[in-house]
C-alpha cells in the first residue's frame, strides 16, 4: 500500500488579515499572523506560530512547537529543529522528546541557517548558514556555527 499525500494549504490553518502565501507552499495545523508573507516551496507545521507582519521566504522549513514573534524576516532555506536527539537519534515519533523554539520580536534568520530547539529575545539577527545551539539573551548579530555574539546592533 502506498499513501499518497498532497501538498497544500490545510483547513485548519489559522490565518490573520492580509496574509500573502505563495504556491506551492506546505501548511497545517500552525497559525499565520496578519499581514504576514509566505513564500513559495515553505513548510509551516501543526503547532507552530508565526507572528504579525513577518516575511518567511522560500523553501523554509519550521516545524511544529516553533513560535516566531512580530516583524521577523526567516529567509531562504532557514531551518527549524524540534528534535534534540536526547536518546542518541530521532525521537522516531515520540513527540514528547522534541523541544520548542521561541524567536522574539524584530528578529531576521539568514539564509540557511539552522536553528536547534531556543530562545532568541528581541531584536537578533542571525547570519546566513549560521547555526544556533544555544538560546540568545542579547540583542545583536550572531554568526557561525555555532552561532556567536559578533556586535551590537547599530543604535541598540
Known sequence: MVDIRQTGI????VFGENVTVMAPANL???TIGEGTFIGPFVEIQSDAIVGKRCRVQSHAFICSLVTIGD???ISHGAKFVNDPF????PARGDQSLWRSTVLGNNVSVGTNATLLPVTVCDNVVI???SVVTRDITEPGYY???PARFLRPLNGK
Not at 86 to 89: A, S
Request: charged content about 15%; glycine content about 24%; hydrophobic content about 20%.
Open 28 to 30: 497545517y495545523g500552525c
Open 143 to 145: 554568526c557561525g556555527n
Open 71 to 73: 516583524d521577523c524576516v
Open 10 to 13: 490545510a483547513d485548519n490553518v
Open 86 to 89: 536526547t536518546n542518541d537519534g
Open 127 to 129: 547570519g546566513a548558514g
